[in-house]
Nanobody, 126 residues
């Protein structure tokens, strides 16, 4: 079992930055690839970024590439999403997810992730 708790969301002006954190509890985190997804009102949940267990492999959605950075600190059971140059289109609820069956391979497919956090709201004003 893995429990995920996100934090760090909030209201920010366009061009600003936020750093999201996701703290995981449970032994499975040590062998899990991790991902961030987001869901805007009226839209489907969309992939944002993913990272392998070691941190050696990362992958980003085209819409955030060059602006967002995913990282993890396995000693702290935490994965981060640094978001810079935020745009109003980034407004969404952001979810952290764990793929406990895969450690080295990252995926953009939500169904591959078997644990999810409750989400944290990010609102970017223009």
């Amino acid at each position: 079992q893995v429990q995920l708790v996100e934090s760090g969301g909030g209201l920010v002006q366009a061009g600003g930055s936020l750093r999201l954190s996701c703290v995981a509890s449970g032994r499975t985190f040590s062998g899990s690839a991790m991902g961030w997804f987001r869901q805007a009102p009226g839209k489907e949940r969309a992939f944002v970024a993913a990272i392998s267990w070691s941190g050696s492999t990362t992958y980003y959605a085209d819409s955030v590439k060059g602006r967002f950075t995913i990282s993890r600190d396995n000693a702290k059971n935490t994965v981060y999403l640094q978001m810079n140059s935020l745009e109003p289109e980034d407004t969404a609820v952001y979810y952290c997810a764990a793929d406990s069956l895969h450690s080295a391979v990252v995926t953009t497919t939500p169904s591959r992730y078997d644990y999810w956090g409750q989400g944290t709201q990010v609102t970017v004003s223009s």
